[in-house]
């Protein structure tokens, strides 16, 4: 087995205008597919959900306010899964909720560093 991060990338919104139902059902759809990867055994770290306030670190040690929500889309969280190579991964990755919300789901091999 090796193990992948699954990055959720959604497009930017505003959360004001999201009722409290809209939020529980999403709360949901991601507690169900993530508990269905847990299930099988494959869930290696949770991970987190990202708060959309930050800074940017940039080369020179210039700090920006980041990420700038004029943005199409933002990083949402990401979570690691264990899998037998990238095809299964992405396999995984399907049934994602941030696909329901015209997000993505970026599926990368983590470098294993013994070797």
Known sequence: MKDFVFV???AS???GNTSADEIEAVNK?????IGGIAAQG???????RLEAAGKVLKPG???TDGP????????????V??????????????????LDADGSVE??????MSH
């Open 8 to 10: 959720f990338r959604q």
């Open 107 to 112: 599926i990368r091999p983590i470098w294993n």
């Open 81 to 98: 899964v264990s899998a037998d190579n990238l095809e299964e991964a992405t396999t995984m990755a399907h049934g994602c909720p941030a």
């Open 61 to 63: 040690g210039l700090v």
């Open 68 to 79: 700038f929500v004029e943005i199409r889309e933002r990083l949402g969280g990401f979570i």
């Open 42 to 48: 494959r869930l290696k770290n949770h991970g987190a």
């Open 29 to 33: 759809k991601w507690n169900d597919w």
């Open 13 to 15: 919104y505003d959360q």
